[in-house]
Nanobody, 123 residues
Framework: QVQLVESGGGLVQAGGSQRLSCAAS????????MAWFRQAPGKEREFVAA???????SYADSVKGRFAISRDNAKNTVSLQMNSLKPEDTAVYYC?????????????????WGQGTQLTVSS
């Protein structure tokens, strides 16, 4: 099994920046692609960004140019640097890990999920 623990959420003003981190533990050799999803109140969970083991990335159109995903394979961590934050970025952010190595935005491709961290962007 793999455990994912997110950190870095909080309250930030619009236009500000925040960095989320996710630490993986357990059977980490089974992890290939990692991703961030988010879920706002009353909305479905949506894809934010993903990264393969070799560093290929993909982003949702809504965050492209503002967010950057990165990973440290030696430390089994993935991070999400978020800049120019908007109130509509407010959501619970989830870290996800896949046994496959494609940076796609389909939640069904991800085998492991964290508990989520709340990010609130005030206007």
């Amino acid at each position: 099994q793999v455990q994912l623990v997110e950190s870095g959420g909080g309250l930030v003003q619009a236009g500000g920046s925040q960095r989320l981190s996710c630490a993986a533990s357990g059977r980490t050799l089974s992890i290939y692609a990692m991703a961030w999803f988010r879920q706002a109140p009353g909305k479905e969970r949506e894809f934010v960004a993903a990264i393969t083991l070799s560093g290929t990335t993909s982003y949702a159109d809504s965050v492209k140019g503002r967010f950057a995903i990165s990973r440290d394979n030696a430390k089994n961590t993935v991070s999400l640097q978020m800049n120019s934050l908007k109130p509509e970025d407010t959501a619970v952010y989830y870290c996800a890990a896949s046994k496959g190595d494609v940076a796609l935005g389909y939640a069904s491709l991800y085998n492991y999920w964290g508990q989520g961290t709340q990010l609130t962007v005030s206007s």
